[in-house]
């Protein structure tokens, strides 16, 4: 992976991270759910659950935060150049399968999040990868 591949990538998980996350939001608006829900579920991959709510908010910024830029470098190395948002979107579905199927099983809290807005958040964050990818290779 070129140095520029780095950059860009780490651009477009920090684009993709802060709005991907617009579906559930959106979701725990419209059920009238605590909006910090999904950050606090997030926190609970670096620490037990039951600790405070800031704790938890903190850990869990943290933790979306690490996995949304090293994900936006793996998708900045491997997606398509062409359609690049749309396999970005099709990125996203399969990550969604990892966290949500697989390693979402250890830790309770994000496996009790409703699951449709959590697969839409990782659907929107892999096209938006793939949207600033995209751009990206426009001005190059």
């Known amino acids: 992976m070129a140095t520029?591949?780095?950059?860009i990538g780490i651009r477009a998980g920090v684009i993709?991270?802060?709005?991907?996350?617009?579906?559930s939001t959106v979701h725990a608006l419209a059920m009238?759910?605590?909006?910090l829900d999904t950050v606090r579920a997030a926190g609970t991959i670096l620490l037990r659950d039951g600790r405070s709510p800031?704790?938890?908010t903190a850990a869990g910024v943290a933790a979306h935060a690490a996995i949304s830029l090293g994900w936006g470098v793996v998708?900045?190395?491997?997606?398509?150049r062409r359609?690049?948002?749309?396999?970005?979107?099709?990125?996203?579905?399969?990550?969604a399968g990892v966290d949500l199927g697989v390693l979402?099983?250890?830790?309770?809290?994000?496996r009790a999040l409703p699951t449709l807005p959590q697969v839409a958040d990782h659907?929107?964050?892999?096209a938006l990868v793939g949207l600033v990818l995209s751009r990206s290779a426009r001005r190059r």
Do not use: E, F, K
């Open 16 to 23: 993709a991270g802060l709005l991907g996350g617009a579906p």
């Open 32 to 35: 009238r759910r605590p909006v």
């Open 4 to 7: 520029s591949d780095l950059g």
């Open 75 to 80: 998708l900045a190395a491997t997606l398509p």
């Open 54 to 56: 800031p704790l938890l």
């Open 83 to 95: 359609r690049t948002a749309m396999w970005g979107a099709v990125a996203g579905l399969a990550i």
């Open 104 to 110: 979402a099983r250890r830790w309770p809290r994000i």
């Open 123 to 126: 659907v929107a964050y892999g």
